[in-house]
């Protein structure tokens, strides 16, 4: 049905009865009757026109949607003269259903909505079980790759990428100044398997991949360092001073980084040439897509007959077997997002909340304008509106406020997901895709639609079970509230305290958590030490022991040389090298075991590497036990190790590690100091087993320069590059990282839910408080009368205002009892989020009854304040 | 939902029979709604005064059903106005409601003169 289809029925209907009218004058005029006389005469024998009228439209089946056009203009202008109330209203609509629309469009992307591949759903992650993120179990050789490619039945291919990259590991040179950039390495048939194409250009070619010198560029780089430049596939660019081809351009939907390293931006990917890092390890990362047809338990019980064929290295024959029971491929969505989604449920909990108290916040406001707008209702009723049709009409008003609140929510969550979606520091997978889209506008609709009518239902009930008379009487001002109406309201606010007890609960308790985290003695000090890539161009020779003995001494001078120019900046109290920092990139080797001890065969204790200069672990501010590394320790010297505690006590137990001699790769190596445990991983977890080797001594590649110094890094970074650039001409101009930086991003998801929820908890207790006032303030305008009564009759101050807070605080100790034992249920449920938190925390929930017990006690004493300050004279005379 | 109000409850009372008697009207020709009472109250000799609340309603009703078709013309008087006309589905409309509204004169005349003691044992 059309609205202008319904006017012009409506004035076929009034001329219809206007000729009606016209012919029964006509016709009275005919048998001698005066016009005038005539007309009037057809009128009343015709009846009631407009009712007339109204009844027959009726018969359209059309006058449902009349009304409904005839309740909103009724709404809208209702809510617009009462502008105080409606402001309020859907301001605290906006908040409710705008932190809901914000949450929802976080879950959508990352729970939810599938990952941006082709057929998703059959994609993998081939990993060992329980490995989580770290990668450095999680990774396998290529000569495993390439068997599992050749003997698996359950994929259509696997893929694979190079998952040791650290960012800004290759520098755009040719244009002036080098730049750094972020490259990653894939297999060759990795956009294939993941069923992405080129938006210009092609993907790589099978040839490329074992040739490699071509490059795909990300879209976001390809706009930002080459302005969206069409022409520069098939172009030549040089990386590191070498050319290499662009090939194509990826589309902006790909983001490496959101899926597979979530809060770091890439820039760039290239074709790993496979043989590069044969003799590397445990370097690739796996991917599989399901054959059709092929489920997750086949494609898992097929790994575990599978991976135990596999070489750790072909050339070590004996190597056989190192992947035994180190493969179960999970769904490649679980591995993205599994472990959120507990943290993300909890969120959506948490402002489905909100919204329940923003909810029981409405209702009690508009409780109390039904109540004052009983003689309204009465007057329509007795004019001959049906009860059904004013509770449609509250119903309309609530749904206009909900509507408002909603899209002024929409415009907030608008705001904070694209602010969000622009936080790339945020280690959360796929943010960066976080948008109010098709689903989220649905999900906007859902809970305006759901709210406006929860809200509206307990006046719109009120009034349709209300007695004309009850209300007539109860609208009076001056006198207690009638007794159900008052019920009802001390029932909504003892509930909506409820759920500000379970909200602060849940938000003190994640706090908590996040406050023991930001406390846990990392093994090094984050605040005064810094990063910076650096490049050298003394390449090691490992051929021989000769060209290692002679290249690493080479190196060493560089290196040393180096060192000491940063030393001498200005304002740096200690530098030094390293291959990895703790947090960021991890590499695990086969541990050292004690001399002289027998283990049974094949037995390994994984430990972490780390290849570092003589100064780093001062620059870095671990504490070590024994001595450093010294530029002493050569080739040529004694073979030389530094474990942190946890590999120490557990190679020797109740001793002094320090002196002991240790066998790592079957050469001994003499243990000269032990550091503190350091948090290489994870912050959360267990540091594990470490290992530190002399860069000076082993030959690794350490181009990780850290700095310690007091002053800021923006302080710091100039004479930095200054120094790096007298060396090299060649460093590329690289951001100097604070270490509090990494560490700060470790901790981001962690921050991200703390922050979420206690802003959520804030935001429920400012309703909750809110709504306590509104009950008391209310109830204390109606009972003006009453109480001016009671003061004439010689009631004090004290008296009046003693009643008032104390029913006010016997409303919020009953929602705090009722949410006290929520609040344990739901802890407990979130117990696994919590770190160095019990459930049960006695500090969160005291602080919790307290904090609940203050608002109410502010909320009740406002209005108390004012009850007290009633004149009884005018109290009385006002009625 | 409410109560329907009085004012409906009539109009629901009378339904079928008005509907009966508008397309019985309506067979002898085309007509207008003020015609169509015109009509009916001259046919019942006066006794019947169809309420134009109860008249366009249902018109509009019968309009709806397709029983009967609308079209604004000039009356005999050059007045425009709505005319009213029978479709066949009417026609069968009216065939039925005659024929049910025949079959209920004739039960109620039953009940009506049907013995005293009769009716007591049924009951």
């Known amino acids: 049905m059309k609205p202008f289809e319904l006017s012009r029925r409506k004035k076929d209907l009034a001329e219809e009865i206007e000729s009606h009218l016209k012919m029964a004058t006509a016709d009275r005029v005919a048998r001698g009757e005066s016009p005038a006389h005539a007309r009037r005469e057809a009128m009343r024998e015709f009846g009631n026109i407009p009712l007339v009228a109204d009844v027959t439209r009726e018969r359209w089946g059309w006058l449902r949607f009349e009304r409904l056009t005839q309740d909103l203009r009724y709404a809208l202008r209702t809510l617009g003269r009462d502008r105080g109330f409606t402001t309020v209203a859907v301001l605290i609509l906006a908040l409710g259903i705008g932190a809901n629309i914000v949450v929802f469009s976080v879950v959508h992307t990352i729970l939810l909505r599938p990952l941006p591949f082709y057929q998703p759903e059959r994609l993998v992650w081939i990993a060992p079980p329980n490995s989580g993120h770290d990668l450095s179990s999680s990774t396998y050789s290529v000569d495993a790759y390439e068997d599992l490619r050749l003997m698996n039945r359950s994929y259509e291919d696997v893929t694979a990428y190079y998952a040791f990259s650290t960012p800004d590991n290759v520098k755009l040179t040719g244009h002036g100044q080098p730049v750094p950039a972020t490259d990653i390495s894939v297999a060759g048939n990795f956009f294939h398997v993941l069923g992405i194409s080129a938006e210009l250009g092609r993907t790589f070619t099978n040839e490329e991949a074992r040739t490699g010198n071509v490059v795909m560029l990300t879209h976001a780089y390809w706009k930002s360092q080459f302005g969206g430049d069409r022409s520069i596939v098939g172009k030549t660019i040089a990386l590191n001073d070498k050319p290499i081809t662009v090939v194509g351009v990826l589309p902006e939907s790909f983001d490496f980084g959101a899926v597979f390293s979530p809060g770091s931006k890439v820039d760039m990917i290239d074709p790993q040439v496979m043989n590069d890092v044969r003799e590397q390890g445990n370097t690739l990362a796996f991917i599989g897509r399901l054959k059709p047809g092929v489920t997750l338990e086949q494609a898992q019980s097929e790994a575990t007959t599978l991976f135990p064929k596999f070489y750790w290295g072909k050339k070590f024959p004996e190597s056989i077997g190192a992947y035994k029971d180190h493969a179960r491929p999970i769904f490649l969505k679980d591995y993205v997002s599994g472990a959120l989604r507990r943290s993300l449920i909890v969120l959506w909990g948490a402002v489905g909340m909100i919204l329940l108290i923003v909810c029981v916040n409405l209702s009690n406001l508009l409780l109390a304008r039904t109540a004052t707008r009983t003689k309204e209702f009465a007057l329509r009723i007795s004019l001959g509106a049906r009860r059904g049709r004013l509770v449609r009409q509250l119903l309309t008003e609530s749904l206009v406020l909900s509507g408002a609140g909603a899209l002024l929510g929409l415009a907030l969550a608008y705001t904070a997901t694209f ?272 290992m530190y080797l002399p860069l000076t001594q082993w030959g690794g590649d350490g181009t990780l320069l850290v700095v310690q110094s007091k002053l800021t890094p923006a302080q710091l970074a100039p004479g930095i590059m200054n120094a790096l650039r007298q060396i090299d001409p060649g460093q590329p101009l690289t951001e100097l990282r604070p270490m509090q930086s990494v560490v700060d991003h470790a901790n981001s998801p962690r921050r991200f839910f703390a922050v979420l929820v206690g802003i959520f908890a804030g935001l429920g207790l400012l309703l909750a408080s809110l709504g306590i006032y509104g009950v008391i303030s209310y109830s204390i305008t109606r009972q003006t009368q009453e109480i001016g009564i009671r003061m004439a009759l010689g009631a004090t101050r004290e008296r009046v205002q003693y009643g008032v807070i104390s029913k006010t605080l016997r409303m919020a100790l009953i929602g705090l009892a009722v949410g006290t034992i929520a609040s344990f249920a739901v802890a407990r449920a979130i117990s696994s989020m919590l770190f160095g938190t019990q459930p049960s925390d006695p500090a969160t929930f005291a602080g919790m009854i307290v904090l609940l017990t203050g608002v109410a006690f502010i909320a009740g004493y406002l209005p108390a304040r004012r009850a007290s300050r009633i004149n009884p004279m005018t109290a009385l005379r006002s009625n | 939902m409410a109560k329907k109000s009085g004012y409906e409850n009539r109009i629901e009372l009378m339904q079928g029979t008005l509907d009966m008697l508008i397309l019985k009207t309506l067979q002898w020709g085309e007509q207008h709604g003020y015609g169509i009472s015109q009509a009916i109250r001259a046919t019942s000799s006066e006794v019947l005064q169809v309420e134009t609340g109860s008249l366009y309603p249902a018109l509009h009703r019968l309009e709806r059903q397709g029983w009967v078709k609308a079209e604004w013309k000039k009356s005999d008087s050059n007045q425009r106005a709505k005319f009213y006309k029978i479709t066949a589905l009417g026609k069968q409309q009216l065939a039925s409601d005659y024929e049910r509204w025949g079959r209920m004169v004739a039960t109620i005349e039953a009940i009506m003169t049907a013995t005293g003691s009769n009716a007591g044992s049924e009951v």
Request: charged share 15%; hydrophobic share 45%.
């Open chain 1, 419 to 690: 602010w969000l979606a622009h936080q790339g520091s945020i280690a959360l997978p796929l943010m960066s895709s976080i948008r109010v889209d098709g689903v989220v506008l649905g999900w906007t609709v859902l809970i305006a639609v759901v709210v406006g009518l929860l809200f509206g239902l307990a006046p719109g009930l009120k009034v349709s079970a209300g007695n004309l008379q009850e209300a007539l009487k109860d609208s009076s001002p001056g006198t207690s509230a009638g007794r159900n109406h008052e019920r009802l309201r001390t029932i909504l606010v003892v509930s909506e305290v409820a759920l500000a007890c379970v909200l602060i609960v849940g938000a003190g308790l994640l706090l908590r958590s996040f406050l023991h985290v930001l406390d846990v003695d990392l093994g090094f000090q984050p605040a005064w030490s810094s990063s910076i890539n650096v490049e050298y161009a003394t390449p090691v020779d490992f051929k021989t022991k000769d060209s290692l003995s002679r290249t690493i001494a080479q190196r060493n001078a560089y290196m040393r040389n180096m060192l000491q120019q940063i030393s001498s900046v200005a304002g740096v109290d200690s530098a030094g090298l390293t291959d990895n920092l703790p947090l960021l990139r991890n590499r695990g080797w086969g541990g050292p075991t004690v001399k002289g001890k027998t283990y049974p065969k094949g037995y390994s204790h994984g430990a972490f590497v780390y290849m570092i200069s003589p100064g780093y672990l001062k620059a870095i501010g671990m504490r070590l036990h024994g001595r450093d590394f010294a530029w002493s320790d050569t080739p040529t010297s004694q073979n030389v190790i530094i474990l942190n505690k946890a590999a120490a006590q557990a190679l020797w137990p109740n001793e002094d590690a320090v002196g002991h001699m240790a066998v790592l790769n079957d050469e001994d190596r003499l243990v000269i100091g032990v550091i503190d445990d350091v948090h290489g991983t994870n912050i959360e977890g267990d540091p594990g087993w470490q």
